[in-house]
């Protein structure tokens, strides 16, 4: 099994980037990444999967129908990754989706094999909670807009992550490959990466993953560029390391067999300590890279 994929190699019909349960060899998460034109269209099914729909540039329309009938979201989306929160659309299993754009943009799709079937939602930019993790070279940004005890859903986690160009996140190393009750989640992951150019040069990253003794034995050490996909079935991961002058994008999209839909991790016991060191470091004075936009009144 390949776990790092570069850009182009889960490309499959209209999707550049189009990871499913069954090409990933799991039970549950998925994602795919749809460029439009302007003007363009695209409709999917959402079969057993709840997706989330997320401009990672450019704004769309997502009109969804089912059983319970037909409900349209207009997302306003963002300029860039690196330019801002984005508002998003929940779709449900058992759907038919339309995303249409104006203007044309880049689209994610998070999704997850699941059982019930929720309504269909809009999340505006306003609700998602912007985090700063870590301090001094460990400083990253997390919008946390499919986080779990954030936005519900049946069993999708979806989150961004951004590091400043010279950090190091997803570390310590840390892992989610067995079921340990209040500590421990059983949840598989994908990692897709986008990176902020300098003066027409694209940036670059790292990416780490090492066997923790559970499932595949998963070991990768790969450098990651725009468009790449990192797939996490078990193992610990971290770090994700930038280039110093490039910052780092990541989306997150995680689910997994456990009836908790919870985000629990253990750090990787060498390297745990770090954490112990973070107040007495600020954190890095370039993030926020931005903020959650104010709720309107």
């Excluded at 009109?63 to 508002?87: H, I, N, Y």
Aim: charged share 20%; with cysteine.
């Amino acid at each position: 099994m390949t776990y790092h994929l570069p850009a182009g190699k889960a490309a499959h019909g209209p999707y550049v980037v189009d990871v499913t349960p069954r090409t990933a060899g799991w039970g549950f998460s998925a994602l795919r990444v749809l460029n439009l034109p302007p003007g363009g269209t695209h409709t999917f099914d959402s079969d057993d999967g709840e997706w989330i729909v997320l401009p990672l540039s450019g704004g769309c329309s997502v009109a969804t129908a089912g059983d319970s009938g037909r409900d349209t979201f207009e997302l306003t989306g963002r300029d860039s990754v690196f330019g801002g929160v984005s508002d998003f659309a929940y779709v449900p299993r058992d759907a038919r989706t339309t995303v249409t754009s104006a203007a044309g943009g880049r689209f994610a799709l998070t999704g997850a094999r699941c059982t019930r079937r929720l309504p269909a939602r809009y999340g505006p930019a306003s609700s998602v909670p912007v985090e700063l993790r870590g301090t001094g070279s460990c400083s990253r940004q997390v919008n946390n807009f499919g986080a779990a005890g954030v936005f519900e859903c049946d069993k999708l986690i979806a989150v961004e992550v951004i590091t400043p160009g010279g950090n190091w996140s997803s570390f310590p190393p840390h892992k989610h490959d067995e079921h340990r009750p209040g500590e421990e989640s059983v949840l598989e992951e994908i990692y897709y990466f986008e990176f902020a150019g300098h003066d027409g040069v694209p940036g670059l990253g790292y990416q780490r993953v090492s066997p923790s003794g559970q499932g595949r034995g998963t070991d990768v050490l790969a450098e990651v560029r725009d468009g790449d996909v990192v797939l996490i079935p078990d193992g610990w991961h971290g770090p994700s390391m930038a280039v110093p002058g490039h910052h780092m994008y990541y989306l997150n999209v995680m689910a997994g067999p456990d009836a908790e839909r919870a985000w629990l991790i253990r750090d990787h016991p060498d390297h745990a300590w770090i954490r112990d060191t973070w107040p007495e470091r600020p954190v890095d004075p370039r993030l926020p890279l931005y903020t959650a936009p104010e709720r309107s009144a």
